[in-house]
């Protein structure tokens, strides 16, 4: 049995866990004449094993923050620590490799290439990663997609899909590399109720069956109610960061 505590901390028979991601002070201006800051003074951190909803109202920095724990943004001051070792100081092509083996990304528009295979959109990945042949490549592409019901559409192009298969696709392509943690924005933000409920059921079982970390901004508070920490912003601050449910 494991806890989470308001701050994160996971404990495992009495010792806590190391954070995957840490943020120490972090602030994003966005500069111009009238510079904008998009969030101010973030402390986290995100351990195994959690399922987390980031939440709040538009405009509150909740993207910002995910682009900035994935790598995507660098902070204007402060730190963003993947596994113990800073980022933001880190040559570009190392913070490249943090990004393709430590997250998997899954966005409210999916961003597939229309003019791929569903197989060969999941595969882009681990062709930036260079560690698979082509033929490891094609059978891992397979494996991952049978596992979410998609099996019979992989030699498909994505508009012969519908919304929420397309999501499911985008999932497999975050999980390519075996990234311990996948950041989503809004990943139901653009499905209807039932489509919607498919993909959470997809990340829930990411964390409770195979043990991955999954961080999701959402507008949706029934949902965010059904994961097992919530974090809100508020004009770029964290307002609440607390448990939801208990782990069962």
Known sequence: MSAVDTQGARTVGGATAAPLIEARNVTRILPGIVPTTLVHDIDLAIRENEFVAITGPSGSGKSSLLYLLGLLDLPTTGEVLIRGEETARMPEENRAHARLTMLGFVFQFHFLLPEFTVRENVMLPMRALGRLSKVE???????????????????????????????????????????????????????????????????????????????????????????????????????????VSARQ
């Open 137 to 243: 490549m094609r059978a891992r592409g397979g494996d991952l997609l049978g596992s979410l019901g998609l099996g019979d559409h992989m030699d498909k192009r994505p508009d012969q899909l519908s919304g929420g298969q397309r999501q499911r696709v985008a999932v497999a392509r975050a999980l390519a590399n075996e990234p311990p943690v996948i950041l989503a924005d809004e990943p139901t933000g653009s499905l209807d109720s039932k489509a919607s409920e498919q993909v959470f059921e997809v990340l829930r079982d990411l964390v409770r069956t195979h043990g991955k970390t999954v961080v999701a901004v959402t507008h949706d508070l029934e949902l965010a109610a059904r994961m097992d920490r919530q974090i809100e912003l508020i004009d770029g601050a964290i307002v609440a960061d607390k448990a």
